[in-house]
T-cell receptor, first 113, second 115 residues
Framework: AQSVTQPDIHITVSEGASLELRCNYSYGATPYLFWYVQSPGQGLQLLLKYFSGDTLVQGIKGFEAEFKRSQSSFNLRKPSVHWSDAAEYFCAVGARGNEKLTFGTGTRLTIIP | EAGVAQSPRYKIIEKRQSVAFWCNPISGHATLYWYQQILGQGPKLLIQFQNNGVVDDSQLPKDRFSAERLKGVDSTLKIQPAKLEDSAVYLC?????????????FGPGTRLTVT
């Protein structure tokens, strides 16, 4: 069965600093991987996705993620965070064929001035 | 393009009562999903439809939860009777078609509180 681990429940970063959110997955084959962001009271918005090919994926809002098969990881990065990036971030792994997503427990990001 | 619509946004009920949530997916999206998101956890898939047929309902507590998607468009999720542990946000999502985009678009959710 597929699973996702986000080891950091809460991260605090200063505005303008760099950011890395960790994600480790378990899946029997080459996974489909996703990062979603959820602002308070809103649904999830897709930041980026990895299906195949280039292991460095660019997304919206200046985010990127790198797929590392050897480490079963798909960490999310941003070189300089903005106050508007404060939100909950979810990593998800998708099953090929049925599009069933399994989400991690999320990382809450706080931005300090 | 209009997004996924859900109603109501908030609902408070007492345990053992029933409740229903409504979802209208993005126009033309064949696949529809219902997720349950308990506070502090990631969303968990409850049921997945392709048009008006069920693809996966393995995690739906069928003794109390039911869902339907009439005519392959709108969907309703019902809980009867509700328990305290059903307090959660219920998210609806839609995607173009299975195996085509793998991109799910989420609605704002319905926050259910069971007292």
């Amino acid at each position: 069965a597929q699973s996702v681990t986000q080891p950091d429940i809460h991260i605090t970063v200063s505005e303008g600093a760099s950011l890395e959110l960790r994600c480790n997955y378990s899946y029997g084959a080459t996974p489909y991987l996703f990062w979603y962001v959820q602002s308070p009271g809103q649904g999830l918005q897709l930041l980026l996705k990895y299906f195949s090919g280039d292991t460095l994926v660019q997304g919206i809002k200046g985010f990127e993620a790198e797929f590392k098969r050897s480490q079963s990881s798909f960490n999310l990065r941003k070189p300089s965070v903005h106050w508007s990036d404060a939100a909950e971030y979810f990593c998800a792994v998708g099953a090929r064929g049925n599009e069933k997503l399994t989400f991690g427990t999320g990382t809450r990001l706080t931005i300090i001035p | 393009e209009a997004g996924v619509a859900q109603s109501p946004r908030y609902k408070i009920i007492e345990k053992r009562q029933s409740v229903a949530f409504w979802c209208n997916p993005i126009s033309g999206h064949a696949t529809l999903y219902w997720y349950q998101q308990i506070l502090g956890q990631g969303p968990k898939l409850l049921i997945q439809f392709q048009n008006n047929g069920v693809v996966d309902d393995s995690q739906l507590p069928k003794d109390r939860f039911s869902a339907e998607r009439l005519k392959g468009v709108d969907s309703t999720l019902k809980i009867q009777p509700a328990k305290l542990e059903d307090s959660a946000v219920y998210l609806c999502a839609s995607s173009l078609r299975l195996g085509q985009s793998y991109e799910q678009y989420f609605g704002p959710g319905t926050r259910l509180t069971v007292t």
